[in-house]
Nanobody, 116 residues
Framework: QVKLVESGGGLVQPGGSLRLSCAASGFTFSRYSMRWYRQAPGKERELVAGITSANSGSSTNYAGSVKGRFTISRDNAKTTVYLQMNSLKPEDTAVYYC???????WGQGTQVTVSS
């Protein structure tokens, strides 16, 4: 059974950092691309970052709004994908979700709140 469990969210001041983790199980993690999405109150869910499978070189892509501030990475041995978020802004406040696109599987989400 595919399972994705996010952690690492919380309250942080503007300019601060957080690292989100998504622990995956139930599938051969290294063979699948992974993505992070977020959804702010009253807004549609949006793609934040993606990383391809290990076989595809673990290439990354980012939404323009987070490029240069966020970094997606993966540890295939730990079957975990990360989202390092630096220079956080109030507009980054959202629930962040992990997603495995080829499996159409979502995690439960983790809340990130950026506020002074």
């Amino acid at each position: 059974q595919v399972k994705l469990v996010e952690s690492g969210g919380g309250l942080v001041q503007p300019g601060g950092s957080l690292r989100l983790s998504c622990a995956a199980s139930g599938f051969t993690f290294s063979r699948y691309s992974m993505r992070w999405y977020r959804q702010a109150p009253g807004k549609e869910r949006e793609l934040v970052a993606g990383i391809t499978s290990a076989n595809s070189g673990s290439s990354t892509n980012y939404a323009g709004s987070v490029k240069g501030r966020f970094t997606i990475s993966r540890d295939n041995a730990k079957t975990t994908v990360y989202l390092q978020m630096n220079s956080l802004k109030p507009e980054d406040t959202a629930v962040y979700y992990c997603y495995a696109p080829l499996l159409n599987s979502w995690g439960q989400g983790t809340q990130v709140t950026v506020s002074s």
